[in-house]
């Protein structure tokens, strides 16, 4: 794949649930090794767009292409093979809890490669690390860890594979401020260390500030504003502004 194109490509997206249109053509594109965030007020169908991304929710119309092809109209071998390039952290982590962390991040191993388990079990202390977790961890289960544990014991499983590309919805969600910083350092460290791409949805103005390359909101079905935060908080929308106000407040 040449390194300019774009990693992730959406275009004039459109997705009803009956008479309710939640994406009116959605269009953007991120570019390899950036961090964006995907911001928005609720309803406006962040999480689902990350659906339609990784081939969970097909869209009414409009086409969503990583690397180069389109999750809905590519071959089973094509989007099978791009399946294998990125990784999916959900909001609550959704680790199966009758595994062990250890065992919860063999499985895309042992599902998706020919890899013998001896080396499968030589990897998974690898991930852990690069997720920030110490060895101990693996062999307990999601249950008995905190709640910032948990979500990067769900990124060392979502990185399992060497993906080029990830998928984050609302990571930093019920973690307390310190541990969403330290969450929000692992991730920007993925980016900038192992050159990997994060499309991330998120309500943390803190993530917006200090990791992120880019923001993307959207409103009324559309990307109402993309570029840099400094940008995209001066927007002229009543929900950007309001945003950006009460959030500093908060900090």
Do not use: C
């Not at 008479?19 to 965030?37: E, I, K, Y």
């Not at 060497?162 to 307390?176: A, I, K, M, N, Q």
Request: charged share 25%.
């Amino acid at each position: 794949m040449d390194a300019e194109a774009p990693v992730i490509e959406v275009e004039q997206v459109v997705t009803r649930f009956g008479a309710q249109t939640v994406h009116d053509g959605v269009s953007f594109t991120v570019g390899r090794a950036n961090l964006v965030a995907l911001i928005g007020g609720s309803g406006t169908g962040k999480s689902v767009l990350l659906r339609e991304a990784i081939g969970l929710h097909r869209p009414d119309a409009g086409r969503v292409r990583l690397f180069g092809t389109d999750v809905w109209s590519g071959t089973p071998q094509e989007v099978a093979a791009v399946r294998r390039r990125f990784g999916m952290l959900f909001q609550d982590g959704a680790l199966f809890s009758s595994l062990t962390v250890a065992q919860n991040v063999a499985v895309p191993l042992l599902e998706h490669t020919r890899l013998d388990r001896a080396t499968v079990e030589a990897l998974v202390p690898l991930r852990l690390q690069q997720a920030g977790l110490p060895p101990e961890a693996g062999a307990k289960r999601p249950s008995e860890l905190s709640g910032g544990m948990r979500k990067r014991a769900a990124i060392a499983r979502a990185i399992a594979l060497e993906p080029e590309l990830l998928f984050l919805d609302e990571p930093t969600s019920g973690l307390d401020p310190i541990t969403a910083r330290g969450f929000d350092a692992l991730v920007r460290g993925l980016v900038d260390d192992l050159g990997l791409t994060v499309l991330v949805v998120t309500h943390d103005l803190d993530t917006l500030l200090t990791v992120t390359d880019r923001v993307i909101v959207l409103a009324r079905g559309r990307v109402l504003a993309d570029g840099p935060v400094a940008e995209v908080a001066r927007a002229d929308d009543e929900w950007v502004q309001r945003y950006f106000a009460v959030r500093s407040m908060l900090r």
